[in-house]
């Protein structure tokens, strides 16, 4: 079994046979299905508490044991689940404190899943006792392959033993009641606590503006859920089993950080559903979603799971598309050539009820084989397993992007130039998609991470400094990199407390060599100006105002009251160089801007000097011996054709040769 | 009285002199407006609960038998209501219960009307006392015609009462949890129930993705009203009085599946306020309004009475226009084509005050007969009169549309290719136009309605299996019937299971002849297309990917991946023939498929071969004794002048004529 | 300090020294930066209560005594506020019922700021502590200037103290609860009250309908308010101190009726908050902003205070764009052109944290004064000390526009031709900015107020009539003035009942020589036309029909079914003249129609005669002595020069000259 996942792509998806108990016939068919699907790993028991557990107390472990025996006798792993992401009806009734509390202080009544407070007792011990069984049971079953700790959580509880845990946090955190008062900048509004007992979440008929609160309440909450997956791990453990564990992460989901989870998971996965064909065309779609894989892989910076995927539509957006054909193939390998050791999909066969019966499986209700996703699931399964030595290697950029999400949390909620609309995402992918055209590899990094590594370090509107970030972009500058800063950057503190005197602050004013004064909030409809080497940008939303102190003006505004005053600026500061824009400008500046970076820096793209077409991508990962594994990825509906700087090896079929041509939807694996 | 109702056209409406008792000026005056607009009916009581007891248990019928006196004394009969559309304030006050749980299980406070618990003993048991007391009353006054139960039943009570009804229901539908767990495929996301008392009504804090449970809860809501209904006649019927009984339903109202009151009602009666002037012309309109007439008459197959509509105008649109002359003749005699044997308003005298006082009525707060509207309430009177002839026969198509309420309220929650847009009712109207404007007459029936009598049944979207109706389908077609099926059909069974299998499920694949692959959610702004006939049609929001199996294909897809697959097939099977459509096609589709069908099929349209000018339409009503009454109706603002293909007499005015001439909202009526 | 307030222009802003307590440094350089910027005065402690009574009982005002006398010192004057803003976190902790009670019945939690009930007792109890003793401690300080009684009140409470109080307010008014179902015309829907405690405040779960009820809760809630603005400013009394009180109010703020603070205010102040720079231009902004400034000015028909404004940007809007140079200076100076003594801003510095830490503010957290906003701050200062002769002036028009917020809240609730869409306020707007254009002065009058000192008196859409205001819109016509009327008018009478007989009512259709009919609403896109004095002008959203009793058809409707009726009409009564408008015209006709009637009756503009190009406005305002001050505002980025019709002198530099040059964004003061 470490054998399979250190050695061989995973491909499979979640099963759910305990929606089938009393339908031999069908379980039978799902292990023919699978062998003709090459499938050799499938994750169970995601939701199926009230199988394990029908009644409390009462354990029913047999149908599971049946189901991995028999997957394992036909060559297919599983990866089980723990069922935490939804309670059994019985418990719900019987213990409602399992519920959730949701902002407006209502308990949840039993329904969905994800509905459970992460802090209730009775919950810790249910799901402790659960875990604890089946790694008792399971844990060394030799079909197992990891753990896959409960589902996507997400969501906060705001019950009375939530809130108290908080002030508990609070406590922790701060100390005394002045210390919290001065964080939070209390006194604004006769806000100043006087007892710990006074402090409550944030919510609609209560405090929302005390932004140190709604920030802290925040990082509680991604802690409380760290916290409980860690104890579903200790379960585990207890349990006697020392497998793997993972958890299925949801990419940009907002409402956590995942990068608390580093230390409580062996290995990253996620689940990936891109809108493949709702936009005009499908490289917008393709570009986030590699950021995204950028992202998850920089959980732990290590090759990881793609532990969810369509085979072909999902039934939850409000418009649903079939992917024509090659795109399925396109888009799981696409997470392949970004660090994914596996394509796994939702799910194996169709529910016949309930809110997910028309999310696309492997098996449709129709039941056979012959049906255009099964033949394309079987074609990649093949595929999958001529690209198992791509399994011991990684993604290693030069580039980094700051994406913090503590930042992001605070300059949404801060109330500035333009509220609800600050488009923190947005402006990463605007600056990502340069790279990604370009074919050259980016980590995206928080404030926390190490930043020695990189040669290009972009931190677009680090509004929030936490974790010494201001001091490591400093030595990272000093040290002679290259860094890139933007308008609304390092305005506040960890608790977004403003900094007194020149920004951006903690002496980024001198890195920069400037100060900045003003920012104007710009309409949708309104824009100003650049002109930099010769071509006009667009300039949208956010233009700061700058005051120089040695920067030097690279470009500068056209428009408005402020037309002349600089846009975009240098300043060399020990052996390296910091940029910074003042404006947020349309894409095609990054890219010039990028372009004309990686050029003069040295930083070399996954093919080179070769010059990509339109919506076409080269990703490359590096083995520990040094081999590198360059992916040529075609999002595009055209054949595309194109030289290559020196003959490459196709990894698939061995050919060599000194061109490219890529199908509609096509990818292709090269080495040298 | 009976004479009345069944040799005349009713014409009356909304009259509540309990909000004038302090004014006998104003009654004495009612009477004599009312003789002047040639009313012979009026209703009354519907909100009047408070003045016929103010205080618990005192009964003040005494102004009422004034006012039915009156009224018949001056040749005005009554329509006489149960006051249980809104509850006297004493009554919420001192019996909370009597209110209404909304789905977040907060109960309302007084106000409104309509906020009632079906299930409340106190509210039954005081609703019992008033009917079974008016019925002692006035059941056998002269001047009282018909039964006007309680008013525009609508909404529904999620407290402990009506869910514990629920229960009972739910056991009584299936009778093992084990049937009910299968029948919701409950053990998704661990949902079995263990217990009946675990059960809870769908709502937002709860369960709603269990397709299952939010499906019965809603036949539940209409079982509920219904019994309420019924409960409310036999208090009638306790109290002597055997007059018919109706109550005013709402047309495509969504909440209710009006076909289950069928048994109830001894005539079915609706409120029908279309949006007038509202659209680029009223063409439209005039086809909803056309269709929802028709959908009202076939809650009994037989003729009905429109017992609202405004005189002038609405006041609860956002924006409410006044009717050009001729409208509002044109739109009353439109529902007597429909086969409606009354017209009847909302209301007769403008409130004074609160919500309704600016809605439209005969008689506005001026308070003379000197204004537009009188005059044209009078003059369509004095019309009415001169139509009794009509009372005796009833509208009888040869064609069918499957309009089936629970099918649109599973196929609106299933979560599938275009969410909260599959459109449904928008899909029934497409195909209905076209029949409009051919002036062919169509009933609306649902999948238990007998399918025998039709030449042509059209079954869109017919996603949802109940009431046999497969079978139906099935000797319909062999029998020598005309099917249409379309795109996302046959797919679930009576409680939202997936078929196993091929669908369209239950065998219809073999009457098609094809089978159903993929289907493909289109964004709004997207469009593919097939060519028939020579002619292009655009196809929209759906496309269906088929395989036939026998059926021959009369169009294709042009675009997409999908291009050059079926998008239109007949197969032959038994002595009929059924055609399906895989995508949603612009109306003009509808109109040239259909007028193909019509013609070959000896269809006869109202009148004949006669080509009708764009918004105009024929109706035709037919008496037992053979004699065909044909109404041509124009719903444009230009005069229209057509031959016809044979002389027919003016039914009004005596005069025979080979041509029609109609001014701008002209209506006629002909016969041969 | 009566001095100041009389003799100088106040320039000055928030001042929250209690955010800084443990800052001497930051306290210090306040002093000195103020003098600086020539701030004469600050307004203090606004939500300073936890640091003047951080325990219950228990008061610290040790600070505030040397904030006010190191203000004074320096001499700089204390404007002082009552802190009831918000209450303290350990007082909510408390007494929970000083939180206020929304319109669900929920109870706020701890949070924001004016969120208390005004009935609680408690509350009532600790602020009347509150402010007697801030009254002993420094009513008769020589720094302090005035009282600033609490801030921006807001809001309503659904407590049942607040309830209780609603009924018993309802029993003063109506004596019995025959006259109140009466008056609310309650039979209808069978709310008949049989008891007191029946009635419920109006609400989302209870009665929204009863337009009566909904109407008096709103007078209700203004009562409340000012009933507790005044026990405010008895506290004060009762505290030893006899110095004048404000409120901040602002604008037109829509849930109070201001008039009805006229008695308890000594002086009335607003805080001003345009959207500059957010429109394709300034110039309908700077219309609106002129406007509110009238309607604040007739609070008290005197002088006001401009309470706040932002020296730079607002945090709070979607968008929140800088201020172009001289917009800062235009914009506050504005207010004086209106009848504002005073400039000032909110706030002197930028918080650190909290939801206004990016509000604008005079020194931001830089913390130095070389700012461009500083810098403009400090220019106007020293301008302001110039202009201390226009403090006795004030603004006496010739124009009255009735703007009534009874009658606009009663209108927004009818249920009638456009329901949401009525746009009273957008309509007064309409009218009035024909006068801003010609440089004419308007007052904006209540029912209530006397008429009988204007020339014209505009009343659009008087729908409810209260205050006598038919008798004195009869006499003041009778007597020689001239009315201008329009649709939807004289339709009920104060309690929202609809007249009977001919409308508009109560002698209206006498002096208007015409009854109205009936009322077309229209969708946004459609529209109608009129041809006046030659020129065509487009007529939307409403068009009423009017039949003619003596009053002389001006213009008529060009289209639909009543071109032809007559749009524009006048009626000769007594003396005077009154005009019927009958539909909604664009702004170029009221442009042209007042045009007209200014010349014809001899009002005279501000600069006479002189025509004032696009975007620019002249004021006037007029001193005991009869020195008239006339200012000239250039809303547009354009120089402007025009000629004027006799020399006038420049009131800052003493040059006299014949014609008018201003900057972008200029302004200048003239006098004969």
Redesign the interface.
């Known amino acids: 079994m470490e054998t399979l996942l250190n050695n061989q792509m995973l491909h499979g998806g979640d099963y ?1 046979p ?2 089938w ?1 009393d339908r031999p016939d069908i379980l039978k068919k799902d292990i023919e299905l699978m062998k003709q699907a090459h499938i050799n790993c499938v994750s169970v028991g995601i ?5 394990l557990e ?2 409390e107390g009462h354990y029913t472990f047999e149908w599971l044991e049946r189901v991995i025996d028999s997957l394992y006798e036909n060559g297919i792993y599983t990866v089980l689940a723990t ?1 935490s ?6 418990m719900a ?1 019987k213990y409602p404190e399992v519920l959730r509390v ?1 902002e407006t202080l ?1 308990r ?6 994800h509905n459970h407070c992460y802090t209730s007792p009775v919950y810790r011990e249910k799901v402790w006792e659960m875990n604890r069984r089946l790694a008792e049971a399971f844990g060394s079953h030799p079909g197992v392959l990891l753990w896959h700790i409960s589902n996507e959580y997400g969501g906060a509880c705001y019950c009375p033993l939530c809130q108290a845990e908080f002030r508990s946090w609070l406590k922790q955190k701060y100390g005394t009641l002045e210390a919290l008062n001065k ?13 710990w ?2 402090i ?1 979440a ?2 609609p ?8 609160l709604v920030l802290d309440w925040r990082r509680f909450v991604t802690s409380r859920t760290v916290d409980f997956c860690d104890w579903e791990k200790q379960a585990i453990r207890a349990g006697g089993s020392s497998l793997p564990v993972t958890t299925n992460l949801m990419g940009f989901y907002y409402d956590l950080d995942y990068t608390k989870f580093r230390d409580v998971l062996d290995i990253a996965s996620w689940d990936n559903y891109p809108a493949w064909r ?1 936009e005009e065309n499908d490289v917008q779609t393709a570009i986030h979603t590699a950021m995204t894989h950028d992202l998850m892989r920089c959980v732990k910076f290590a090759p990881f799971l793609m532990m969810e995927s369509t085979p ?2 999902v ?8 992917k ?2 090659g795109l399925h193939e396109l888009a799981s390998l696409q997470a392949v050539a970004h660090g994914s050791n596996s394509v796994q999909y939702f799910q194996w066969r ?10 696309g499986a492997v098996v449709d ?3 056979e084989s012959d ?3 099964f033949g394309e699931v079987a074609h990649l399964g093949e595929r999958l397993e001529g690209l198992a030595a791509l399994c011991h290697s990684n993604v290693k950029p030069e580039v980094a992007i700051l994406f913090d999400r503590e930042n992001e949390w605070a300059l949404d909620a ?8 600050m488009h923190y995402e947005q402006t990463i992918e605007s600056h990502y998609q340069a790279f990604w055209r370009m074919g050259v590899g980016v980590d995206l990094v928080c404030e926390a991470d190490d930043l020695s590594g990189y040669k290009l370090v972009i931190a677009p509107m680090l509004y929030l400094h936490r974790a010494g970030i201001a001091a490591k972009l400093r030595s990272f500058t000093a040290n002679g990199g290259t860094l890139i800063g933007t308008y609304w950057s390092g ?1 506040v503190d960890e ?9 951006p602050g903690e002496g980024l004013t001198e890195i920069y060599g400037l ?1 900045t ?8 409809e309104d824009c100003n100006h650049m002109i930099w080497n010769g071509k006009t940008y667009q300039l949208r939303e956010l233009c700061e105002l700058e005051r120089l102190s040695g920067a030097e003006q690279l470009a500068c505004y056209s428009d ?2 402020y037309a002349g005053k600089p846009a975009l600026t240098v300043n060399h500061f020990g052996s390296g160089a910091a940029y910074f824009l003042a404006a947020r400008a349309e894409d095609a500046f990054y890219h010039d801007f990028y372009g004309m970076l990686v050029r003069q820096m040295g930083i070399r793209p996954a093919l080179g000097s070769t010059a990509l077409p339109d919506g076409v991508t080269a990703g490359l990962r590096l083995a520990a011996n040094g081999t590198s594994y360059v992916t040529v990825q075609n999002f595009t509906e055209q054949l595309v054709c194109f030289p290559l700087e020196e003959p490459m090896k196709n990894l698939e079929n061995g050919c060599i040769g000194d061109s490219v041509t890529l199908q509609p939807y096509g990818i292709m694996f090269l080495t040298k």
């Not at 939701?47 to 199988?51: G, L």
């Not at 008929?205 to 140190?212: A, I």
């Open positions: 759910n305990d929606q108990l939701f199926a508490w009230s199988s029908p009644e069922p992401g939804a309670r059994p009806v019985w009734h949701d209502h949840n009544r039993m329904g969905a899943r964080a939070w900048w209390a006194p604004f509004w006769s806000h100043t606590y006087t007892d007992a006074q409550e944030p919510g008929r209560g405090e929302q503006l005390l932004h140190g709702t072909s539509q039934n939850w957006r409000d418009v649903n598309r079939l024509a054909p169709q529910s016949r009820g309930a809110s997910e019966k028309f999310h209700h129709y039941g049906t255009r996703v801060a109330c500035g130039p333009r509220n609800g609309a305005l608790n977004d407390l403003c900094f007194e005197g020149a920004t100060r004064e003003e920012i104007d909030g710009l309409r949708d408005d009251f």
